[in-house]
């Protein structure tokens, strides 16, 4: 099973300021026939189920804002809020659906206001 | 609008067994694979398993393989997960969800149902 792993499982930033979330795969999540990261960012608020903000690595889903920024290729991946805003408080989650249909995610990281 | 509605959880005995069900509309049920998602409380996501879309597919997490049967009713417009053997690890908030476009991420999810296994 290709095993996703975050960092870090939480953080701190100011309103205004720039928030960063780090994701390492296993194994590549990066199918060559396509060239597309099969790797998704999600966020959580209390009490809601998931939501997709990005797929693909860097395609950002319809709806979400374009202060989320996904990057990264192969193993190693990042979700950027460039300027955070109170809405933006929740629990983010990479997954990866590179091996699917068997899907894994990530542990998850906190992000609250300081 | 496409639609996910899970019911079915609640509080079992540790050894029982539980029949979860998500109830789907909204699009064509029929030909989409469909997964079930669990979170246990304050803890993260973890994939339980997946049917195809004809239901001739299954697949289950190393955690409930043997214990957990995952089914469908296309005519009903049906998700079922028949969870037996429960123990306390089996706690949690269960999701059901799809994908609405192929070589795409889970983008649609039910509000999900509680299971609670405790004596």
């Known amino acids: 099973d290709i095993v996703m792993t975050q960092s870090p499982d939480s953080l701190a930033v100011s309103l205004g300021e720039r928030a960063t979330i780090n994701c390492k795969s296993s194994?590549?999540?990066?199918?060559?026939?396509?060239?597309?990261?099969?790797l998704a960012w999600y966020q959580q608020k209390p009490g809601q189920p998931p939501k997709v903000l990005i797929y693909w690595a860097s395609a950002r889903e319809s709806g979400v804002p374009d202060r989320f920024s996904g990057s990264g290729s192969g193993t190693d991946f990042t979700l950027t809020i460039s300027s955070l805003q109170a809405e933006d408080v929740a629990v983010y989650y990479c997954?990866?659906?590179?091996?699917?249909?068997?899907?894994?995610f990530g542990g998850g990281t906190r992000v609250e206001i300081k | 609008e496409v639609q996910l509605v899970e019911s079915g959880g609640g509080l079992v005995q540790p050894g029982g067994s539980l029949r979860l069900s998500c109830a789907a509309s909204g699009f064509t049920f029929s030909s989409h694979t469909m997964y079930w998602v669990r979170q246990a409380p304050g803890k993260g996501l973890e994939w339980v398993s997946v049917v195809t879309s004809s239901g001739g597919n299954t697949y289950y997490a190393d955690s409930v393989k043997g214990r957990f049967t995952i089914s469908r009713d296309n005519s009903k417009n049906t998700l079922y997960l028949q969870m037996n053997s429960l123990g306390a690890e089996d706690t949690a908030v269960y999701y059901c969800a799809m994908r609405q476009q192929v070589d795409h991420p889970l983008g649609c999810w039910g509000q999900g149902t509680l299971v609670t296994v405790s004596s």
């Open positions: 997954q990866q659906y590179y091996s699917s249909p068997r899907l894994t």
């Open positions: 194994q590549s999540v990066l199918y060559s026939s396509n060239n597309k990261n099969y």
